[in-house]
């Protein structure tokens, strides 16, 4: 799906770039779908959850990348869910934990307002190391 998805962003944008965004509910299928599918696998050591947050954060970077929210807002998801499951292995049955879990959540939203205020440079910085005619495309897709 995501791959059908990217294939049809490409090849619909227009020149001018007034071309229509089709590929936006394949994207939140198939992300959907594969992210649901990574978050329901049992991770039999913290390495494997370490993994899982990782993959997390390069779809955060995918999604800016490419300009599709949806990426990064289930990439936020993992990580969130990967900081929560921090939370209770350290702070088990423990006072901290409520105190914790809302540092986390402050911490995302503050993260959230941070890139909201530099999006345009940090995406022109992720884009830099790509080919000349993908930047131009994703340019029109903007």
Avoid: K
Avoid at 12 to 25: E, F, T
Avoid at 44 to 56: D, P, Q, T, V
């Amino acid at each position: 799906m995501v791959a059908l998805a990217l294939w049809i962003d490409l090849r619909s944008r227009d020149s001018d770039g007034s071309g229509a965004d089709y590929g936006c509910w394949l994207h939140l299928f198939g992300v959907a779908s594969a992210w649901d599918a990574l978050t329901a696998m049992d991770a039999s050591s913290e390495w494997s959850r370490l993994g899982y947050c990782a993959l997390n954060v390069a779809m955060i970077l995918f999604g800016a990348v490419i300009g599709q929210r949806v990426w990064t807002v289930f990439g936020a998801l993992g990580v969130a869910a990967y900081l929560g499951h921090l939370a209770f292995a350290l702070f088990p049955d423990s006072l901290v934990l409520p105190f914790a879990l809302s540092l986390i959540g402050l911490g995302i939203i503050a993260l959230g307002v941070v890139w909201q205020r530099h999006e345009a440079v940090w995406t022109s910085r992720l884009r830099a190391p790509l080919p000349a005619a993908w930047r131009e495309m994703l340019a029109l897709q903007d």
